[in-house]
Structures are given as C-alpha cells and as structure tokens.
C-alpha cells in the first residue's frame, strides 16, 4: 500500500499509516501480537500491465516490489483490534454492492518529491470513481480520518534520487487501460508480505481469494 498520508489516531486505538508505505512503515505494532490486524483496500491491476510495473520495480531495486501485488490504493495501511475486522469486511461488501465497475486509464508518471520519495503512475481516468467509492467507504466503516493522495499506483519509493529520476522517465510515456471490476481486502503478515483477505467485486457480493 502507498500513498502520502497523513493521520490521527482515532479513538478505539485504531492506527493509521505513516507516508509512502508498502510496507508497514509508520504503522505501530504492525503484523504483531495476534490481537490486532493491519488490512488495507487496493484495486489489483490487470495483466499484463501488473507484471509490466511490478519487473520494473524490482529492476530498480525497490525492496517492496514484491511485496504486494501492483495495484491502486483506496485506503490507507490500518491496524486495528481483530474483533473489528469481521464488521469492517461486512461494511466493504455493502459498499461495494452499490458501486458499479468503471474503466482506469493510467498515463504518464508523476512523484510525490520533495514530500515523499515516491514515483507514480498517473491515474487519467477513472480517478473520480476511485475517489468517490473511498469516501463513501471510508465515511461508512473506515476507522481514523486521513488527508490522502489522489489514487495512483507506485513504481518506485525510498530510492537514490537518481534511480527516481530514471523510473519517472521510464513511465513518462506508459499508457494502459481496462475494466475495474471490484477491489481486495489486504492484510499484512508477520513476514511483511500484503496478502489478498478477500477479494470483493463491484454490484455484488465477497469471495475469498481463489473463489473459496
């Protein structure tokens, strides 16, 4: 998960992500304890464009590109007690239930420098479905309030500023689109590693990653 965020603690000790993480980087006590969860909400990308970014960022030398699949944040890094993570997935299917699938057009690259060490995708199209379904998600069920980015998908962070400066012109001109058809729910391990929780689709119901 990535994005430039800033957060405040809510009350129920629910905490929110530091800057440009993909990691658990600024999120307290993440992937510990067993009493507590850190999830977060991406759109997946489609093939082959997921592949396409995700090579490229390993090329780069980025340690998390392996960490999570390519994708789209729409709500930050969280960690939050494990009782709660039942009614928050109850409340991202209802939400999804009344969204319909849009078209993204991602086009031409873009950083948060000087704020943060990060290289993006641009979002052409599609970003004002994006941002609608968040606010209305996040309004509804996600704990904690969060100045947010607008919705991209990382190809670089946390790197020598050359290496950024090659990556933002290597996706100068990159141009991909397709169909979103819903969203998953991601939840951070022990090991580090962002694994799809469950995986919801736009105008109906949940399923568990590999249709289970």
């Known amino acids: ?12 000790d629910v905490r929110g992500a530091g ?19 850190t999830i977060g909400v991406a759109l997946a990308l489609a093939e082959p464009h997921a592949t396409e970014i995700q090579e490229a ?11 999570i699949a390519t994708h ?3 709500l930050p890094p969280t960690e939050l007690p494990a009782e709660l993570l039942g009614p928050v997935e109850r409340q991202l299917a209802a939400a999804a239930a009344g969204h319909r699938p849009f078209r993204v ?3 031409g690259s873009g950083s948060f420098r000087p704020v943060s060490p990060v290289v993006y995708v641009r979002l052409a199209a599609g970003c004002a479905s994006a941002g609608s379904w968040r606010r209305r998600c996040a309004a ?25 400066d090659r990556a933002y012109r290597d996706f100068r001109d990159f141009r991909a689109e397709f169909t979103v058809s819903g969203f998953s729910l991601y939840r951070f391990g022990a090991d580090r590693v962002w694994r799809p929780e469950r995986q919801l689709s736009f105008g109906s119901g949940s399923r568990q990653p590999g249709g289970r």
């Open 1 to 12: 998960m990535t994005g430039s965020a800033s957060s405040r603690r809510p009350s129920g």
């Open 72 to 74: 789209i944040t729409l």
């Open 140 to 164: 509804g069920c996600w704990p904690g309030s969060w100045t947010f980015p607008p919705p991209h998908v990382t190809v670089a962070q946390a790197l020598e500023p050359a290496v950024l």
């Open 105 to 107: 057009l991602l086009h």
């Open 19 to 37: 800057a440009d993480s993909d990691g658990a980087a600024g999120i307290t006590g993440a992937g510990g304890g067993g009493s507590t969860v």
């Open 57 to 67: 960022r390993a090329g780069y030398g980025d340690p998390l590109a392996r960490a």
